[in-house]
């Protein structure tokens, strides 16, 4: 049986002299519980059972420290000592979100030869698009400059330098004795190892509000000269993957170590388009050039067993030194008991359906990397800050996945400090539109910081990164209905809605409004100049501009028109023999190999879109089942499983949902240190884990359709279920 209960008190019942009928309420169901403990959960407990131990040098179970804005990932050393045992697993990074750099424009590109017009619908408009161009040649080099840079830098590899009892280096068959163990309540991690039978003992914490970690370290190693510290700067690839272990181009970038003193070291490194600084602080020891280009190291004082540093990165030179270990590990272990301490929480124990106790795993360490790795100021990208993938660029189009579930888990303003990126970037999503003829903004898909767009063949035609700001602003209003939101974001929602409006083109014909052609959807294998009213899409695109008008009766002004018209006369949500088709045209959706692969978002109409007056039910519950049935499941990605669990938790399927979590399938793979593993490219992908988190969220707390309790569980008694502090997904 569930046992957490919510009872809303009516606060007239006194005046109403219902009260006593009240209590009596309250004794029954707590009766009927049979947990009356259950109104509270033990966060540590439920949090600090799924603590991360790897007992092995595994390279997909390395652990990251971080503070949503930095990260630090280490092996199991407690540093980054083995980096290139590590990079085609899950890779030691250290990334910033500052941290970009770009290679020098030798041939004078520029963005304008990357665009190409379409006219799609006939309509004599000229639209530009920024595209991955093959030929000509000059076009095509200009498409890769541009899709390289801006690229997200690796800062550096911060690691052990190991020596054995004969003077040469340690491997990592060297390292036995290995115990660590990543408090996650803390977000400390404790390393134990030995080298030729010595003991290392390392303690390991990422400051919460500087790009910095701290260490400390005891061994006899120390004091017979065998353990010091190594700093190494790697460059830049500036491909689709950068793991941070290129040590190639040496001539390329350069490092002075401009201050060295006996407990204090600054070093420069300095790129084609960046400059940064690293300064690191320690209790005694000397930092030197070594051999190596671009690789330093600290030789301990020998005199103790014992060292502690911390090493800072910021982009400019700054004279206030470092926070030392214990001041580190102080702000580490008070803003994660924050963390946890706050916001919901969800307790499996007890339960009998033997999924229970690793939901609960997937969930707690999906807290933990995404607010390590996608709590900044920006949208993250896909890997976060492990290692680079797309060149490091986020995709506004997974913003939704990496932001929702921090709202619904009651942590509004971890979603809110990424949409500052929006008011920062509109005047280039402004350009965008205008160049294609639309009112409004149009968001990037694949962009830097800055808003850049990134020249893509797919990219340029995607729209369901459009109505995620709407969507993520509602949610920052439901928290608490605050009007100081709406003054905050409306300009910004009424330019995405002003697109919106102004992108479907009119079909005089059927007398409505088509999404198309010239789109193309979130399953990406349609083709742009062929694709009409994809199901998904044409739900969020009513359901946005519905919540776009409701914004404006909130800021006091009228409905628009426009608005208004485009809402009435969207076309119908695509049908085909009771079932919902991928898109309009594609009338063989569930027999053509080519259409059952990717994404199966049609399903997000109902899931990750709340129901819409265009919906039936009865016709999406039919979908959910040929989608099921028909899928090339093998050939889909992690958040798939998320979205198609919370389509049939609102179809009122809340086994099924539970099976849609768990599918036994490569890209629905959660590793030791909780990372959505996809294949040997993508060996993290925290949209799973923002999926995971989105889907319990909404399971738990509901959604405003949604009656009763837990919705998105069963009630067969197989769940035993505590949950507190949801908010209710739309």
């Given at each position: 049986?569930?046992t957490?209960?919510?009872?809303?008190?009516?606060k007239?019942?006194?005046?109403?002299g219902?009260?006593?009928g009240?209590?009596?309420?309250?004794m029954?169901?707590?009766?009927?519980?049979?947990?009356?403990?259950?109104?509270?959960?033990?966060r540590?407990?439920?949090?600090?059972?799924?603590?991360?131990?790897n007992?092995?040098m595994?390279?997909?179970?390395?652990l990251?420290?971080?503070?949503g804005?930095?990260?630090?990932?280490?092996?199991?050393?407690g540093?980054q000592?083995?980096?290139?045992?590590?990079?085609?697993?899950?890779?030691?990074?250290?990334?910033?979100?500052w941290?970009?750099?770009?290679?020098k424009?030798t041939d004078?590109?520029?963005?304008?030869?990357?665009?190409?017009?379409y006219d799609?619908n006939?309509?004599?408009?000229?639209?530009?698009?920024s595209?991955?161009?093959?030929?000509?040649?000059?076009?095509r080099?200009?498409?890769?400059?541009?899709r390289?840079?801006?690229?997200r830098?690796?800062?550096?590899?911060?690691g052990?330098e190991l020596h054995?009892?004969?003077?040469?280096?340690?491997?990592?068959?060297?390292?036995?004795?290995?115990?660590?163990?990543?408090?996650?309540?803390?977000?400390?991690?404790?390393?134990?190892?030995?080298?030729e039978?010595?003991?290392?003992?390392?303690?390991?914490?990422?400051?919460?509000?500087?790009?910095q970690?701290?260490?400390?370290?005891?061994s006899?190693?120390?004091?017979?000269?065998?353990?010091?510290?190594y700093?190494?700067?790697p460059y830049?690839?500036?491909?689709?993957?950068?793991?941070?272990?290129?040590?190639?181009?040496?001539?390329?970038?350069?490092?002075?170590?401009?201050?060295?003193?006996?407990?204090?070291?600054?070093?420069?490194?300095?790129?084609?388009?960046?400059?940064?600084?690293?300064?690191?602080?320690?209790?005694?020891?000397?930092?030197?050039?070594?051999d190596t280009?671009?690789?330093?190291?600290l030789?301990?004082?020998?005199?103790?067993?014992?060292?502690e540093?911390?090493?800072?990165?910021?982009?400019?030179?700054?004279?206030?030194?470092?926070?030392?270990?214990?001041?580190t590990?102080?702000?580490?272990?008070?803003?994660?008991?924050?963390?946890?301490?706050?916001?919901?929480?969800?307790d499996?124990?007890?339960?009998?359906?033997?999924?229970?106790?690793?939901?609960e795993?997937?969930v707690v360490?999906?807290?933990?990397?995404?607010?390590?790795q996608?709590?900044g100021?920006?949208?993250?990208?896909e890997?976060?800050?492990?290692?680079?993938?797309?060149?490091?660029?986020?995709?506004t189009e997974m913003?939704w996945?990496h932001?929702?579930h921090?709202a619904?888990?009651g942590r509004?303003?971890?979603?809110?400090?990424?949409?500052?990126?929006?008011a920062n970037?509109?005047?280039?999503?402004?350009?965008?539109?205008?160049?294609?003829?639309?009112?409004?903004?149009?968001?990037q898909?694949m962009?830097?910081?800055?808003g850049?767009?990134?020249?893509?063949?797919?990219?340029?035609?995607?729209?369901?990164?459009?109505?995620?700001f709407?969507?993520?602003?509602e949610?920052?209003?439901?928290?608490?209905?605050?009007?100081?939101?709406?003054?905050k974001?409306?300009?910004?929602v009424?330019?995405?809605?002003k697109?919106?409006?102004?992108?479907?083109?009119y079909d005089?014909?059927?007398d409505r409004?088509?999404?198309?052609?010239?789109?193309?959807?979130a399953?990406?294998?349609?083709?742009?100049?062929?694709?009409?009213?994809?199901?998904?899409e044409?739900?969020?695109?009513?359901?946005?501009?519905?919540?776009?008008?409701?914004?404006?009766?909130?800021?006091g002004?009228?409905?628009?028109?426009?608005?208004?018209e485009?809402?009435?006369?969207?076309?119908?949500?695509?049908?085909?023999?009771?079932?919902?088709l991928?898109t309009?045209?594609?009338?063989?959706?569930?027999?053509?190999?080519?259409?059952?692969?990717?994404?199966?978002?049609?399903?997000?109409a109902?899931?990750?879109?709340?129901?819409?007056?265009?919906?039936?039910?009865?016709v999406?519950k039919?979908?959910?089942?040929t989608?099921?049935?028909?899928?090339?499941?093998?050939?889909?990605w992690g958040?798939?499983?998320?979205?198609?669990?919370?389509?049939?938790?609102?179809?009122?399927?809340p086994?099924k949902?539970?099976?849609?979590?768990f599918?036994?399938?490569?890209?629905?793979?959660?590793?030791?240190?909780?990372h959505?593993?996809?294949?040997?490219?993508l060996?993290?992908?925290?949209?799973?884990n923002g999926?995971?988190?989105?889907?319990?969220a909404m399971?738990?707390?509901g959604?405003?359709a949604?009656?009763?309790?837990?919705?998105?569980?069963?009630k067969?008694g197989s769940?035993k279920?505590k949950?507190?502090?949801?908010?209710k997904?739309?």
């Amino acid at each position: 049986m569930i046992t957490k209960m919510y009872i809303p008190f009516n606060k007239n019942a006194r005046r109403s002299g219902g009260l006593n009928g009240f209590c009596i309420v309250i004794m029954l169901l707590l009766a009927s519980c049979g947990d009356p403990e259950g109104s509270t959960i033990d966060r540590k407990k439920v949090v600090s059972r799924h603590n991360v131990v790897n007992t092995e040098m595994d390279a997909l179970s390395s652990l990251t420290l971080g503070n949503g804005a930095f990260a630090f990932t280490v092996d199991v050393t407690g540093l980054q000592s083995f980096p290139l045992h590590y990079d085609t697993g899950v890779s030691l990074g250290t990334q910033s979100e500052w941290a970009w750099d770009r290679f020098k424009n030798t041939d004078n590109f520029r963005f304008e030869e990357t665009l190409k017009a379409y006219d799609f619908n006939d309509e004599g408009r000229e639209a530009k698009y920024s595209i991955q161009w093959k030929e000509p040649e000059r076009n095509r080099e200009a498409t890769d400059y541009f899709r390289k840079n801006a690229h997200r830098l690796q800062l550096g590899n911060v690691g052990f330098e190991l020596h054995k009892k004969d003077g040469s280096r340690a491997e990592v068959q060297d390292i036995t004795g290995i115990y660590q163990e990543l408090d996650l309540w803390t977000g400390e991690i404790k390393s134990t190892f030995r080298l030729e039978g010595v003991k290392v003992e390392v303690q390991t914490a990422a400051h919460q509000q500087n790009d910095q970690v701290a260490v400390k370290v005891n061994s006899p190693l120390i004091k017979s000269g065998r353990l010091k510290i190594y700093l190494r700067y790697p460059y830049p690839t500036a491909e689709f993957l950068d793991e941070g272990t290129n040590y190639a181009n040496e001539d390329e970038h350069q490092t002075e170590l401009l201050v060295s003193e006996d407990t204090e070291a600054v070093i420069r490194h300095q790129l084609q388009g960046a400059t940064y600084f690293t300064t690191m602080v320690y209790s005694k020891g000397t930092m030197t050039n070594s051999d190596t280009a671009h690789y330093f190291v600290l030789t301990p004082d020998t005199g103790s067993e014992e060292l502690e540093f911390s090493c800072r990165f910021t982009p400019e030179q700054v004279n206030k030194k470092p926070d030392d270990y214990k001041a580190t590990f102080a702000s580490s272990e008070k803003e994660w008991d924050s963390f946890w301490s706050r916001g919901a929480a969800i307790d499996f124990e007890g339960s009998t359906d033997s999924r229970a106790t690793e939901l609960e795993r997937r969930v707690v360490l999906s807290q933990y990397l995404t607010k390590a790795q996608c709590a900044g100021n920006y949208p993250p990208q896909e890997t976060g800050l492990t290692f680079n993938s797309w060149y490091g660029k986020p995709h506004t189009e997974m913003h939704w996945w990496h932001a929702v579930h921090f709202a619904l888990w009651g942590r509004p303003d971890l979603m809110e400090k990424s949409l500052a990126y929006y008011a920062n970037t509109i005047e280039k999503a402004r350009a965008i539109a205008q160049r294609q003829g639309y009112e409004g903004v149009r968001w990037q898909k694949m962009s830097d910081n800055d808003g850049n767009e990134s020249p893509s063949s797919v990219a340029a035609f995607l729209i369901w990164q459009q109505p995620h700001f709407i969507y993520l602003a509602e949610l920052a209003y439901r928290d608490q209905e605050d009007p100081a939101i709406i003054d905050k974001y409306k300009d910004l929602v009424f330019a995405t809605a002003k697109f919106m409006a102004s992108y479907p083109s009119y079909d005089q014909q059927h007398d409505r409004y088509n999404l198309g052609k010239g789109v193309i959807p979130a399953q990406e294998v349609f083709p742009a100049a062929e694709t009409v009213n994809p199901t998904y899409e044409v739900a969020y695109w009513d359901w946005a501009l519905r919540i776009a008008q409701e914004w404006r009766v909130r800021a006091g002004l009228p409905r628009d028109e426009k608005w208004d018209e485009v809402i009435n006369k969207l076309a119908p949500l695509p049908e085909q023999d009771g079932v919902y088709l991928a898109t309009e045209r594609a009338t063989d959706s569930y027999t053509n190999d080519r259409w059952r692969t990717d994404h199966p978002a049609v399903l997000g109409a109902l899931g990750m879109v709340p129901e819409s007056p265009k919906l039936d039910k009865d016709v999406m519950k039919n979908t959910l089942d040929t989608v099921w049935q028909t899928w090339f499941w093998e050939k889909t990605w992690g958040w798939d499983f998320p979205m198609t669990a919370m389509n049939a938790a609102r179809l009122g399927l809340p086994e099924k949902a539970l099976d849609a979590l768990f599918m036994d399938i490569q890209t629905n793979t959660y590793l030791k240190n909780g990372h959505n593993y996809q294949d040997e490219r993508l060996r993290i992908y925290l949209p799973g884990n923002g999926g995971v988190l989105t889907t319990v969220a909404m399971m738990a707390g509901g959604w405003d359709a949604s009656n009763g309790e837990l919705p998105g569980f069963p009630k067969d008694g197989s769940w035993k279920v505590k949950a507190e502090g949801f908010k209710k997904m739309p």
